[in-house]
């Protein structure tokens, strides 16, 4: 059995049993980014010593018996998530050589579960971006198939998690982050609800948007990691006191009672490929035959909600990003005349072209005479698309949906046209407007051997539901041991 | 709506970017045609319509005025481009 090929769940009954040690996984681990990393690029720190000290010390809490479900368990980090002592660049330049005094809270979190922190995973540029082509380093390859996008802007993370570079993953979503690349890559993501997981030491993209979620090899793998990091942060003011469940209790006892939603507004949708549309249409049906009812419901306003993300996102990460003017930390231009041409230089020649891109949109829309017009008008049509998701609620408990309109398409397809990258995001960003949770879980592949994933959403708070019927699908599909093939 | 160079050198100069001229080219074309896109949301009918900033309803979270962890100097100062005397070093502003 290779160790590194184990998911969270069977490493930690080895781990118990005292069968395999963290070391010798953790090394495992190491071993197999260096054999296939080269390939296809997901990280862009690896911590070889950090993580063994780490294996060592959780050696040392599994034989004390003092060990949980992540103890001892290689996870790796997208480098969007402060982590103390270790190198936290966001791909970017700006942030090339940063490193934090201290770690995000969902760090501290993992850290204190004792979980093995491998490396920091390859993104989208401050998080912007849906292919991680708009990495400031280098570009993450799609293990199941070299020459596709991972899908992003958790590309490397969920790269990582196909290849068996790290047995679980943390990502971030702010549009669709963790969803489409899970989905692209063939494993299973997690969006949680706004506010059930801390955004302190999660730098920030838009704020009333970004969540951390994990990726994993499956359901129960996510459920774990997101038991270790959910829960009220006073460190974060948006994190709600609202009482964690046990994730990782799934219920796998048929879906009798429950009725699914089906929004045709999203059958309909334009650009959607014929074999996504039918994966989704067998999976749907596996889960009625578990006994779940399946129901259309509308979501009148989706057609505005890619218009309203890209102008809420951007205008909000323009307010966020105004901080990188490298005076504290951080890329600073050398020997500018004055304090101004310091701020230009350094932000210029430290963002790439999406983030500016971003940051100019962002701007625009908040400037004086077009707020209204834009972030306002924006602003209200979310209000619309919560609604249109509380309405949808009253008359089923979960809504599945693709994740992304095609598998992964092509490296360099979409990097001059953003508006076609944008508009990929259709159905994964009204669940960040709406704050509502989302899975994204592997339901079948292409022809082309490509990777679909079914989108999963639920009420707020509700993401029990999500992986209540995420675990039983995965069961009945059962696609889960078929790997990329990277020798 | 296109976007003209005028107006993205404005919002450059508001962001603290330098923009050179093939570039205000490009991104005046890309973000023109994302701001005609943009604007089909003048289609819809928002009258009455609050407007959502957070999704969650939140309540101020307070805590009391108290000390508690802080970074110390060195490890504030630890990634600054300049420093001097426990302080960051910036060009001249006056």
Known sequence: ?487 | MKITKEEVLHVAKLARLDIDDADVERFSGQIGTILDYVDTLKKVDTTGVAATSHAITLTNAFREDEVNGQLEPEEALANAPEKENGAFVVPKII
């Open chain 1, 1 to 487: 059995m290779k160790l590194h090929e184990l998911t969270i769940e069977q490493a930690g009954r080895l781990l118990k049993k005292k069968e395999i040690s963290s070391a010798e996984l953790t090394r495992a681990v190491l071993e197999r980014i260096e054999a296939v990393d080269g390939k296809v690029s997901a990280y862009l720190t690896v911590d070889d010593e950090g993580a063994l000290a780490q294996a060592e010390a959780a050696d040392q809490r599994l034989a004390a018996g003092d060990a949980g479900p992540l103890t001892g368990i290689p996870l790796g980090i997208k480098d969007l998530m402060c982590t103390r002592g270790l190198r936290t660049t966001c791909a970017s330049r700006i942030l090339e050589n940063y490193v934090p005094p201290y770690d995000a809270t969902v760090i501290a979190r993992l850290k204190e579960a004792g979980a093995v922190i491998v490396g920091k995973l390859n993104m989208d540029e401050f998080a912007m971006g849906s292919t991680t082509e708009h990495s400031g380093f280098q570009v993450t390859r799609n293990p199941w198939n070299l020459d596709r996008i991972p899908g992003g802007s958790s590309g490397g993370s969920a790269a990582a998690v196909a290849a068996d570079m790290c047995l679980g993953a943390l990502g971030s979503d702010t549009g669709g982050s963790i969803r489409q690349p899970a989905s692209h890559c063939g494993v299973v993501g997690i969006k949680p609800t706004y506010g059930r997981v801390s955004r302190f030491g999660l730098v920030a993209f838009a704020s009333s948007l970004d969540q951390i979620g994990p990726l994993g090899k499956s359901v129960a793998d996510c459920a774990i990691m997101l038991d270790a990091i959910a829960g009220h942060d006073p460190k974060d003011s948006t994190s709600v006191p609202e009482p964690v469940p046990v994730f990782a209790d799934i219920e796998t006892d048929g879906l009798t009672g429950v009725t699914i939603g089906i929004p045709n507004e999203y059958t309909a949708a334009q650009g959607l490929d014929p074999q996504v549309g039918s994966a989704v249409e067998q999976a749907v049906k596996i889960i009625e035959s578990l006994g779940a009812r399946c129901v259309e419901v509308s979501l009148p306003h989706t057609d505005y909600a890619v218009a309203a993300y890209y102008v809420i996102a951007p205008s909000e990460a323009s307010s966020n990003l105004a901080r990188y003017d490298g005076v504290k930390y951080g890329f600073r231009d050398k020997q500018p005349a004055d304090l101004l041409q310091m701020y230009r230089r350094t932000r210029s020649r430290g963002f790439g072209p999406e983030v500016q891109r971003r940051i100019i949109l962002g701007t625009y829309a908040l400037s004086a005479g077009y707020y209204d017009a834009y972030y306002g008008k924006a602003s209200q049509i979310r209000t619309l698309i919560k609604n249109d998701f509380a309405s949808a609620f009253d008359a089923c408990d979960a809504i599945l949906s693709p994740v992304a309109p095609t598998p992964a398409y092509g490296i360099g397809e979409t990097i001059d046209d953003p508006l076609t990258m944008y508009l990929s995001d259709i159905f994964t960003l009204s669940a960040n407007l709406a704050g509502i949770p989302g899975l994204s879980v592997p339901c079948g592949f292409s022809e082309e051997g490509m990777p679909i994933g079914l989108q999963i959403m639920g009420r707020h708070f509700n993401e029990t539901m999500l992986f209540k019927i995420g675990r039983q699908l995965e069961a009945q599909i059962a696609i889960n041991d078929r790997k990329p093939n990277l020798e």
